[in-house]
């Protein structure tokens, strides 16, 4: 006799979800990464500003050790030369090897087999994390050849000049450029390197700046700060380099805007020309700009600061009674 099963026995449990099922959790799914997203992009903002300090901290400790060493601070730029004082401070931030190779003879191209030549392109395409701020998209190096070289390393941070510049070379009618500016580091016009690092043949009046010229007091005064737009699509002349400029090897030099920049315009700017572009300071952070100031601390200035203030801050010597608590 056949036996009959129970009607609950002969159906299949089939498992799975229906489509409404489906589109529902891929809604959830997606609600919940539209919420998530942006605080992940944050917190790696704000790791990247945290290391982005940190470099400018460690630049700034360079700078006061050299300090502490020659009893002033470096040349800005060294005309008929190449390096700036990204070069004189390797030194002081683990960079021993790296200084250890910087030539010093007569002035000359970096085009040469000799081994001057050899060591400026060897400082030119050497890319140190310390000189790159990690906002900063875009490629480390120049890969266009330019003076002959290829891929020039580039740099996320300029020295201070001053907030009265405007002009990135040597100062014509009507128009101071980067060898007299109110900031902390100045343009020399031909440097001799065989007395050292810090001697201008043509300006003995005038020896580099130190600490005790800044009257307006270290904490008040910008040493150095972020400058940004070195994308060539957007601005041909930002070429900001890190160790040695081949504009700066230019007879005399010239355009000192790849190691210095001027406050006397604003910050993280847009559609003005390309000159006052590539002088300006500026950063891929929102809304501002890290700065370290000549006491050595880092400070985070927005993009909407008081123009006043702005010029205050980028002089060391102009008298201005500045509020902490206003920038």
């Given at each position: 006799m056949r036996t009959s099963l129970p009607?609950?026995?002969?159906?299949?449990?089939?498992?799975?979800?229906?489509?409404?099922?489906?589109?529902v959790v891929i809604a959830v799914i997606g609600v919940m990464v539209a919420l998530l997203l942006p605080a992940v992009q944050a917190a790696r903002e704000a790791a990247r500003q945290t290391s982005c300090k940190n470099n400018l901290k460690q630049i700034g400790l360079a700078v006061h050790n050299y300090h502490a060493t020659y009893q002033k601070l470096p040349w800005g730029a060294k005309g008929g030369w190449g390096p700036s004082w990204t070069t004189d401070i390797l030194p002081n931030i683990g960079e021993a090897s790296l200084a250890s190779i910087v030539p010093y003879g007569e002035p000359g191209y970096a085009t040469g087999n000799d081994q001057d030549s050899k060591h400026f392109?060897?400082?030119a395409t050497s890319a140190l994390p310390t000189?790159?701020?990690?906002?900063?998209?875009?490629?480390?190096?120049?890969?266009?050849?330019?003076?002959?070289i290829t891929g020039r390393a580039l740099n996320s941070y300029l020295g201070n000049a001053g907030s009265d510049v405007?002009?990135?070379?040597?100062s014509i009618t009507g128009r101071l450029g980067m060898e007299s500016g109110n900031g902390l580091f100045q343009a020399c016009d031909f440097c001799h390197r065989s007395s050292g690092s810090n001697f201008c043949d043509n300006r003995p009046e005038m020896p580099p700046l130190s600490?005790?010229?800044?009257?307006?007091?270290?904490?008040?005064?910008v040493m150095v700060a972020e400058t940004r737009f070195i994308d060539f699509a957007q601005c041909g002349v930002c070429d900001h380099f890190m160790l040695y400029h081949t504009d700066f090897d230019d007879l005399n030099?010239?355009?000192?805007?790849?190691?210095?920049?001027?406050?006397?315009?604003?910050?993280?700017?847009?559609r003005v020309p390309n000159d006052h572009l590539q002088m300006?300071?500026?950063?891929?952070?929102?809304?501002?700009?890290?700065?370290?100031?000549?006491?050595g601390s880092v400070r985070y200035i927005t993009e909407q600061l008081d123009e006043a203030i702005r010029l205050a801050i980028g002089s060391r010597n102009g008298r201005e009674v500045v509020e902490m608590s206003s920038f």
């Open positions: 009607p609950f026995a002969a159906r299949r449990s089939i498992a799975g979800f229906t489509l409404v099922e489906l589109l392109r060897l400082l000189f790159r701020c990690p906002s900063q998209f875009g490629p480390t190096v120049f890969n266009e050849s330019m003076g002959r405007i002009h990135n070379n040597y600490f005790a010229s800044v009257t307006d007091g270290l904490s008040n005064t030099g010239r355009d000192f805007s790849e190691a210095l920049a001027s406050l006397y315009f604003g910050i993280n700017l847009e300006s300071i500026g950063s891929y952070h929102p809304g501002g700009v890290h700065v370290a100031m000549a006491d």
